[in-house]
């Protein structure tokens, strides 16, 4: 499986600091060159965009150039990452085990967030301490994922043109850009952005450059009024009886030995 990494040329310590860790487990990477949106080169941004900051719509962009590359290598599967992430010891032994994503879905992520996010009670496979669930919500995180063939040239078909960030285009159910498709989690996660342990403090290696002053999303809709009303809540009542049966919400760990 390929590897693209996303990397600023701004940015060669970044790149020092993702090659070691790629080196020491024997994984050869290919290095992209992220889209700068943070001077004043022109990238094509709209003025005024509604939806993204000039840094989202760059870093949108970037993940652009790793799908077509992608595309263009002829192969099943392949993981994308940031510049930012840290990586398990085991990471190798984890991206080479071809079970891990065999599945029907579209998209395998392989780096987790201390927040909770709803899974399937049920896991699909298990390797080594590791399973493999099902993500049911959004939980907003394209710094480690591992793509399908069929699932990137849909994207690059339908929205090559930056819309929304790239992770509510790739991970959110509930926007209108969301293909369905399913999206399964690694728990315990093999990878995390450096900027959720306590070490990036320490090592510098921490916050992504890739995007800042991120736009807030667009207000919800109007509550329904009327029969409306009611139709919501028997819908919500369903949805909440369906989620406690087959989901739950945890904090998927980030497990680095």
Same mark, same amino acid.
């Given at each position: 499986?390929?590897?693209?990494?996303?990397?600023?040329?701004?940015?060669?310590?970044?790149?020092?600091?993702?090659?070691?860790?790629?080196?020491?487990?024997?994984?050869?990477? *290919?290095?992209?060159?992220?889209?700068?949106?943070?001077?004043?080169?022109?990238?094509?941004?709209?003025?005024? =965009?509604?939806?993204?900051?000039?840094?989202?719509?760059?870093?949108?962009?970037?993940?652009?150039?790793?799908? +077509? &590359?992608?595309?263009?290598?002829?192969?099943? =599967?392949?993981?994308?990452?940031?510049?930012?992430?840290?990586?398990?010891?085991?990471?190798?032994?984890?991206?080479?085990?071809?079970?891990?994503?065999?599945?029907?879905?579209?998209?395998?992520?392989?780096?987790?967030?201390?927040?909770?996010?709803?899974?399937?009670?049920?896991?699909?496979?298990?390797?080594?301490? =590791?399973?493999?669930?099902?993500?049911?919500?959004?939980?907003?995180?394209?710094?480690?994922?591992?793509?399908?063939?069929?699932?990137?040239?849909?994207?690059?078909?339908?929205?090559?043109?930056?819309?929304?960030?790239?992770?509510?285009?790739?991970?959110?159910?509930?926007?209108?850009?969301?293909?369905?498709?399913?999206?399964?989690?690694?728990?315990?996660?093999? /990878?995390?952005?450096?900027?959720?342990?306590?070490? /990036?403090?320490?090592?510098?290696?921490?916050?992504?450059?890739?995007?800042?002053?991120?736009?807030?999303?667009?207000?919800?809709?109007?509550?329904?009024?009327?029969?409306?009303?009611?139709?919501? +809540?028997? &819908?919500?009542?369903?949805?909440?009886?369906?989620?406690?049966?087959?989901?739950?919400?945890? *904090?998927?760990?980030?497990?680095?030995?």
């Amino acid at each position: 499986m390929k590897i693209y990494l996303i990397n600023l040329a701004i940015r060669p310590d970044r790149l020092r600091f993702m090659k070691a860790q790629l080196d020491a487990q024997g994984l050869p990477f *290919t290095r992209i060159d992220a889209i700068n949106g943070l001077g004043d080169e022109n990238i094509g941004y709209p003025a005024n =965009h509604p939806r993204l900051s000039k840094g989202e719509y760059a870093c949108y962009l970037s993940h652009v150039k790793c799908w +077509e &590359a992608f595309i263009a290598s002829g192969d099943k =599967h392949c993981l994308v990452l940031e510049d930012d992430i840290k990586l398990s010891k085991h990471f190798s032994k984890i991206l080479t085990h071809a079970p891990f994503f065999s599945h029907r879905g579209a998209i395998t992520r392989l780096e987790c967030r201390p927040f909770r996010t709803r899974v399937s009670k049920f896991w699909r496979y298990r390797f080594e301490g =590791h399973k493999l669930r099902k993500i049911t919500a959004f939980d907003g995180a394209a710094g480690a994922l591992v793509l399908t063939r069929e699932y990137a040239s849909y994207v690059l078909k339908h929205h090559k043109t930056p819309e929304i960030p790239v992770d509510d285009l790739l991970l959110d159910r509930g926007s209108t850009n969301y293909r369905p498709h399913r999206v399964y989690q690694l728990d315990p996660a093999p /990878a995390t952005q450096m900027v959720f342990l306590q070490a /990036a403090s320490i090592a510098g290696d921490g916050l992504s450059d890739l995007q800042k002053g991120r736009t807030p999303a667009p207000e919800k809709s109007l509550r329904p009024t009327g029969y409306g009303v009611l139709l919501s +809540e028997i &819908a919500q009542l369903g949805k909440n009886i369906w989620n406690n049966l087959f989901h739950t919400f945890k *904090t998927i760990p980030f497990r680095e030995d």
